[in-house]
Structures are given as structure tokens and as C-alpha cells.
């Protein structure tokens, strides 16, 4: 469809798009990257007026086609910065496009951190909090699960504000998957400022699986990467120490909130395997090297016989796949279609090599982990059907009348997520 942009000054027309990961790629018939809020509604309303689909893009990081479109892509990137910090309340608000590591500084000056954070800190916070991503914590739960207040510009191109005095929109829009509208801002609870220290061990699969209940009980943070073959703690560039055999062992992660004197000069420390420093300089884990991740999620009372399977899995049949499963705990929330709904969840991630065809292996997980009801990131690989969907989120009704009550024609959906969603 042949369309006009006169009146979007900052509009680009036919500009490719990648994701960080390099499995999705698409061609919108306009890119637009708002600097202001107001920029941002004029270009939903020139959509709507043209009748091109919109979807939003941050940094890149998901790997499913949330993104692809061929009608408008609205680039967050220029909508970035805290707008409001009440050490009172513990209460921040940030813009939609603003990166997780943006916040850390900000909040720490007034004496506040993010509850938790994963290994990567370089997504935008609006894509971080509409695919409910998560770190790893028992007692923690997703970024979503800490919004408190969201100014969203719906698919009629009107703002609207929506908090915590109505629970059923606030926990409709928590993790939307961009399909309700563009979260131009929002607000999240935050904590007391604390530091983190840090255990980095090398545990055999027994050794895992004998304290499989006692370590994530026992720390702030747990978490590990099962290597199966010599070269998996190098894929993700796990530093390990020379010599060791890493095969049928993990790279074990251990953390433990503090509260540290940093006038003295021994409190903090970056010695490998053994930091302390403030909590947001400890998260971000490296993960630089481009992979294609698939994550799953198991109730806690099952998943320690899904991760036996799955290992087993990839040991008997798959033996050329030599990405680690990453293994994390998360907090259960109140979010309709968050995939941690109401039940306290383990992750278990798996990643194919980009340029291979790992369809088969990843396939083969998605049946295994559907036989444990597994719900799915929203932002990586996954084979989730409408069926299996409604089949895993009670409150999916729920959700999808709030989301055609914001975009009652649409707008913001794509092909896949109209699959899903409409």
C-alpha cells in the first residue's frame, strides 16, 4: 500500500529492520521514531488514517515475530528517560523507550533499586514489561509484576492512563505483547537500594539435583547453565576455570543482597566469581554472542522431573546441540496472560545456533515441555498455538476483552499476534 508521510517529518520509507538476535528481519512501509509523545500520537493517528498496522520496537531483543510488520514500525528508541523518581513510595516512572540501564544510577541517588533485573540490561523497558521478562529469584517476580501505573496510546490514537484503582485493565496491559497499544510511559515499584554479593560455582547434575529445592530457598538469586558437551560454557561465554571439565556440570549462580559501606575500600569487589557492588552493576551477565533462545516455563512442583527430561533429551536424541539449559526461579503474579499467572514458575531455556536448522531440536523441546503444561516467553521461540493458550491462561477472556476494548479495529496487531490475540 502506497502512503503519504508529510506530516511525519521523522518517517523513513521501506528502512529494513533486524533484531539483535538476526532471526527476524522486515520491511515497514514507514519507520517512524518519535522523539516526543506528541510525535508518537500523530504517527498512530496517520496510521489509522492510511489503515496500516502498527507495532512498536525497542531494542531488539525478542526473538519471535512480535515485531514484523509491513506497515508502520514505531522505533521507542528517542522516547527515553526517567521522568519521575518518590523515594517516599519507591515509585519510578521512565519513559517507554528507556533502557534497563538507564535506571541504576537515577534510583540509587535516591537511595532505590530495581527489584530485580537478568542477564541483560540493553532492552527497552516497555519490551521488557510487555513480554514479562524476568532475572531469577523464588521471592522475585517479572518487571511486569512491578507496574503500578502505565500512560498508554491506545489503537483509536488516544492516551490513556490506567493504575492500580482498575486491576483488571492494570493486569490486562502488565504483559501485552504490544497488541493493546504503545506504552508511551509507566511507572514501576521499586525497593531499597542494596548490593549484591556473588557465588559462582561449578556443581555436577547430582549435586543439582540433590539440593534442587534448598538452593533457590537459600539465596536471593539462584540460577545455573547445564553445559552437556565441551564447548556449551563457551557459547555463552561462561568463564570457567582452565582444566575443568564442564560436561554433566553448570555454571552455578549464587547472590545475596547486602548492605555495603563503599567508603571502604575492601566492601566492594570485582573479583571473578566472588563481586560485590551495587545490585545493578552485578546483574548484567555478558550474553553478547548472537543465539536463538527458546524459554519455557514449568510450575515449581514439576520441574524438576521436566528438566531431567529435557536433559535427557537432548543427551539420547539431540547430541549436536551443545547450548546449555538455563535454569531460573520466578514469582508467581497477577497478570492475565503473564506466563508466571498465578503460579510460581522455573524456566528452562534452550538455544539453537543461528545458521543451523534447529527446528527439529526445538520443536521436539516445545512437545516435551507442552506435556508439563509449559507456558512460554513471549519475547523468544516458541510454538504456542491459540488452543494451547486458552488451554493455559484462565484469564485469557479476561485479557482479550481489555485488549479490544484499546485497539478495537486491530491496529496493533501483526500476523503473529493476531494468531494469538484477536
Not at 161 to 168: F, L
Not at 236 to 251: C, F, H, N
Not at 387 to 409: Q, T
Request: hydrophobic share 40%; proline share 5%.
Amino acid at each position: 500500500m502506497k502512503t503519504t508521510s508529510t506530516a511525519l517529518p521523522s518517517a523513513r520509507h521501506q528502512q529494513q529492520w533486524t533484531n539483535w538476535g538476526g532471526n527476524q528481519v522486515c520491511t515497514p512501509a514507514l519507520t517512524v521514531r518519535p522523539a516526543t509523545e506528541a510525535e508518537a500520537v500523530a504517527a498512530v493517528r496517520h496510521a489509522i488514517k492510511e489503515g496500516l498496522g502498527v507495532r512498536v520496537a525497542g531494542s531488539g531483543h525478542s526473538f519471535t515475530p512480535v515485531v514484523q510488520t509491513g506497515g508502520m514500525l514505531l522505533d521507542l528508541s528517542g522516547l527515553q528517560g526517567i521522568t519521575g523518581i518518590d523515594a517516599s513510595t519507591g515509585r519510578v516512572r521512565a519513559l517507554g523507550g528507556t533502557t534497563i540501564d538507564r535506571f541504576g544510577d537515577p534510583l540509587w541517588e535516591h537511595g532505590l533499586s530495581l527489584a530485580n533485573q537478568g542477564d541483560i540490561d540493553k532492552q527497552a523497558i516497555a519490551g521488557a514489561v510487555s513480554t514479562a521478562t524476568h532475572g531469577s529469584g523464588i521471592g522475585l517476580g517479572s518487571f511486569s509484576s512491578t507496574v503500578r501505573w502505565m500512560r498508554l496510546l491506545t489503537g483509536q490514537g488516544e492516551i490513556v492512563e490506567i493504575d492500580e484503582t482498575d486491576p483488571e485493565r492494570l493486569h490486562a496491559v502488565q504483559v501485552a505483547v504490544g497488541t493493546a497499544g504503545v506504552i508511551l510511559e509507566l511507572e514501576l515499584q521499586a525497593v531499597e537500594a542494596y548490593h549484591l554479593r556473588e557465588q559462582i560455582t561449578y556443581e555436577t547434575t547430582e549435586e543439582l539435583l540433590a539440593n534442587w529445592d534448598r538452593n533457590p530457598a537459600e539465596s536471593r538469586h539462584f540460577s545455573f547453565l547445564w553445559c552437556q558437551a565441551p564447548e556449551s560454557a563457551g557459547l555463552y561465554e561462561l568463564p570457567t576455570p582452565e582444566g575443568l571439565d564442564m560436561v554433566g556440570r553448570a555454571y552455578t549462580k549464587r547472590y545475596w543482597a547486602e548492605s555495603l559501606d563503599e567508603s571502604d575500600g575492601q566492601a566492594l569487589t570485582s573479583e571473578e566469581g566472588r563481586r560485590r557492588d551495587r545490585a545493578y552493576r552485578i546483574y548484567p551477565g555478558g550474553f553478547m554472542l548472537p543465539f536463538h533462545e527458546l524459554e519455557y516455563y514449568v510450575g515449581v512442583g514439576r520441574a524438576k522431573e521436566a528438566w531431567v527430561a529435557l536433559k535427557d533429551l537432548i543427551v539420547e536424541d539431540f547430541p549436536d546441540q551443545h547450548y546449555p539449559i538455563e535454569t531460573r526461579w520466578t514469582r508467581g503474579d497477577e497478570a492475565f496472560i503473564s506466563p508466571f499467572h498465578a503460579e510460581d514458575k522455573v524456566s528452562l531455556s534452550v538455544s539453537g545456533a543461528p545458521g543451523t536448522d534447529y527446528w527439529p531440536y526445538l520443536q521436539a523441546v516445545d512437545a516435551l515441555l507442552d506435556g508439563f503444561d509449559a507456558t512460554v516467553h513471549w519475547g523468544k521461540i516458541h510454538l504456542l498455538t491459540r488452543e494451547r493458550a486458552e488451554r493455559l491462561f484462565p484469564r485469557l477472556p479476561d485479557f482479550l476483552a481489555v485488549r479490544r476494548e484499546l485497539d478495537p479495529h486491530g491496529v496493533f496487531l501483526n500476523d503473529h499476534t493476531r494468531a494469538l490475540f484477536q
